[in-house]
Every structure is written in C-alpha cells, then in structure tokens.
C-alpha cells in the first residue's frame, strides 16, 4: 500500500508565517524535488545554502503521518 506524506503550504511559527517552497536537484538518477518552508524567498535561499552545507542523512522513512 502507497501512502503519502502532506505538507501544509503554510504554518505559523513564533507568531511568523512560514510559506512552503519547492527546490531541485540533479544527481546521477535524475532531477528530483524537495521542499521546505520559510517566511520569505530571500529566507529560502539561505536556508538552502545551510542545507548544501550542513545536510546529513537521518533514514528511510518508514510511515507517513500528521504530527
């Protein structure tokens, strides 16, 4: 059974509202996409350079869910 993981296009964190962006990515396998939310698009391109930079793998995700 296929199950899926649902982002929220926008949260509210600290009183700021935190917007969903998309990003890619090529390797060898091809293009792919991820995401993340930040509070502006200049907010997400930082946050991105610190993902090139300090990103490590944690695991497989094993089940999808609402937290």
């Known amino acids: 059974m296929s ?3 649902e982002l929220d296009v926008s949260c ?7 917007n969903l962006y998309s ?5 060898g396998d091809g293009v792919f ?4 939310h930040a ?3 200049e907010h ?4 991105l350079q610190e993902l090139r930079e300090t990103a490590t793998l944690d695991g497989q995700v ?6």
């Not at 997400?44 to 946050?47: D, E, G, I, Q, V």
């Not at 094993?62 to 937290?67: H, R, T």
């Open 39 to 41: 509070v502006s698009s």
């Open 12 to 18: 509210v964190v600290g009183g700021k509202t935190w």
């Open 23 to 27: 990003f890619h990515y090529q390797t």
């Open 62 to 67: 094993l089940e999808a869910g609402k937290l």
């Open 3 to 5: 199950k899926s993981v």
């Open 33 to 36: 996409t991820g995401y993340l």
């Open 44 to 47: 997400a391109s930082y946050m």
